[in-house]
């Protein structure tokens, strides 16, 4: 039975987004049957994955209000063995039309039941609130994964978030747990990202990933480009990064060694030569 990860933190631009397309695509490279469901109507996800939203008719949007069939809305993405249900504008009214209606809180575990068992990883980015959206993905979930960018105030924020997931154990989803946090957006040349790196550990311990990701320019261009950092700059700091963080989860999963399926198998045209510059990034 496939394990569901929720993505999630109320702060904007803390790297959920990020952290989703680029943790899930090396998850299906080492092997893993991955899909992606993309919970906020900015859609972030979905043009991460190259996918235009203008031309996007179907959305997870249908599922979760209309009671579509959640598998008739998963499209395929450049990356073998990952898919993908998109985002459109429309979830931006579902926090408002989920409210009245019954078991509002667990429509989306309910539409996910049916597909669980053909993933390995089912993998929800959430919106920027604690809103019922994200409620439903946190009741859906099995555990949790919070990004948290190393900046000043990065813990702020983080006991309501906390607490809301202590409100989903309690009422809806016990069994809900966190999988781990990951710091992102790491600048090995400020004293203030060794900061929060020692205090984020020193508050949340264990839970806490070995691997950090680091500010890198890559891992900001690929989306422009509609590329995870796998098949944009396989070879950066940003990609080595995901890279390691999959392999991390992966091993708090004990999940098999990898059989290796490299990006390359099936990247699309125009990718190649187009790795001389350095990244952006170090450590
Ligand atoms: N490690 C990183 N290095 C540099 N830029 C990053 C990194 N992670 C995210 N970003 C950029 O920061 C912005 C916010 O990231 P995003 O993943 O969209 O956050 P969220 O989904 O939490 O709002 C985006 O422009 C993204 O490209
Ligand atoms: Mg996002």
Redesign the pocket.
Known sequence: MGQIIACA?Q?????????VVNLSTYLALAGDAVLVIDL?PQG?TTSGFGLDRDEIRHSVYEAIIEDRRLSDLVVPTAIPGLSLVPSSISLAGAEVELAPLPQRERRLARILSELVDSYDYIVL?CP?SLGLLTVNALTAADAVVI?IQCEYYALEGLSQLIATINLVRNHLNPDLAIKGVVL??YDPRTNLSAEVDAEVRKHLGPAVFDTV?????R??EA?SYGLPIALYRPDSK?AEAYAALAAELRERDGRPEPHARTASDESPSGVEGNREAGDG?SR
């Not at 702060?11 to 952290?19: D, E, P, Q």
Request: proline share 15%; hydrophobic share 20%.
């Open positions: 933190n702060k904007g631009g803390v790297g959920k987004t990020t952290t906020d972030n980015d920027p990004p992102t957006m990701i680091p500010r890198s320019v891992l900001s989306p940003g990034s």
